[in-house]
């Protein structure tokens, strides 16, 4: 499947948690943590639904 948007995390948002919390979560997956700050290249795909996320550690 197509069409997903890469979603960009905050270092003060981790762990990333998919489905997010601001989703309606009871018709997709359980929940899974990713450990993208672990991660060389800082993304990481779920591996339930193929939604990409990137650890964005930009100052703001
Ligand atoms: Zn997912």
Redesign the pocket.
Known sequence: MTGHKTIKVKTKDLPVR??PTDRHTTE??PV?YLPIEEFIDKKAT?Y??G?TYELDDSND
Do not use: D, G
Request: glycine fraction near 0%.
């Open positions: 998919c489905p997709l997956h899974v779920c339930y639904c939604q």
